[in-house]
């Protein structure tokens, strides 16, 4: 039986806008968690795209969410998944399912992966079917209406929000 080294941790990337990060997504997340030895949630920056929340504040509120769970860091990056997948060493991609839009359009972006990163796997987690309505566009077209979200994000998010929203920002 040989030892079992550093390089030898199962290190998965979770990749993806998380405009604000909801409770499916927290979901997918907490079941990665307990697959891998460590699991890195990364925002992915896009300059082109209008932002509900900037890539800082997303980051924060992901911190802030994840502070208890001890395997997964938060990071932010631009450019390839898998190029930054390789930077910091994850063979795996992680990415949550709610639909079937949601498959089709993930079995194409991991066949694209599997072409130009043959050494990445990428494992899809089906959120459980409380969480497979929510959507961020969703929770972002209630927050802009005042209305509870409580039931579809974490609670810093829900503070964040309430907080932030009141002032004018987000």
Not at 46 to 53: G, N, R, Y
Not at 123 to 138: A, D
């Amino acid at each position: 039986m040989r030892d079992v080294c550093a390089t030898d941790k199962k290190i998965a990337l979770y990749p993806g806008s998380f405009d604000p990060i909801t409770n499916g997504h927290l979901d997918v997340l907490e079941r990665a968690s307990a697959m891998f030895d460590k699991v890195v949630i990364a925002v992915l920056r896009h300059p082109e795209k209008k932002s509900f929340l900037s890539v800082e504040q997303r980051v924060e509120l992901i911190k802030e969410t994840i502070k208890n769970m001890d395997n997964v860091s938060v990071d932010s990056f631009d450019g390839l998944t898998v190029e930054y997948a390789r930077k910091i060493g994850a063979k795996f991609l992680i990415r949550g399912l709610r639909t079937i839009t949601d498959f089709e359009y993930e079995v194409q972006l991991c066949q694209t992966n599997q072409v130009i990163a043959p050494d990445i796997d990428t494992v899809f987690l089906s959120t459980k079917p409380q969480h497979n309505f929510i959507s961020s566009s969703i929770v972002r077209e209630l927050s802009s209406h005042k209305t509870d979200i409580s039931k579809f994000v974490p609670k810093s998010v829900v503070e964040y929000l309430q907080k932030n929203c009141k002032k004018g920002e987000a």
